[in-house]
Nanobody
Framework: QVQLVESGGGLVQAGASLRLSCATS????????VGWFRQAPGKEREFVAH????????NYAGAVEGRFTISRDNAENTVYLQMTNLKPEDTAAYYC?????????????????WGQGTQVTVSS
């Protein structure tokens, strides 16, 4: 059983930056890939970013590419999502999740364990 705890969300103005953290425990951290997803009220959960087990491979949704950076610290069992130039449309609850491989990384159903989420609100 893997536990994930997200932190770092908050209320910011458009153009600001935030860094989200996903602290994990249980399991073997470098044995699973990690994804970030977000869900706005009334919308489906959508893929944001993914990082491979080694950290070498990363993938991003088109809406965040160039503004968000995913990274992982295997020594600290933590994955980060650095978000810059935030926009009001980035407002959502952000979730991290783990999966055993890197196939179909954009599909929420491919992920096994999920955190409780952290809220990001961007005002215009």
């Amino acid at each position: 059983q893997v536990q994930l705890v997200e932190s770092g969300g908050g209320l910011v103005q458009a153009g600001a930056s935030l860094r989200l953290s996903c602290a994990t425990s249980g399991g073997t951290f470098n044995s699973y890939a990690v994804g970030w997803f977000r869900q706005a009220p009334g919308k489906e959960r959508e893929f944001v970013a993914h990082i491979s087990r080694s950290g070498v491979g990363t993938n991003y949704a088109g809406a965040v590419e160039g503004r968000f950076t995913i990274s992982r610290d295997n020594a600290e069992n933590t994955v980060y999502l650095q978000m810059t130039n935030l926009k009001p449309e980035d407002t959502a609850a952000y979730y991290c999740a783990t999966k055993s491989g890197s196939n179909a990384y954009w599909r929420p159903g491919e992920y096994t364990y999920w955190g409780q989420g952290t809220q990001v609100t961007v005002s215009s």
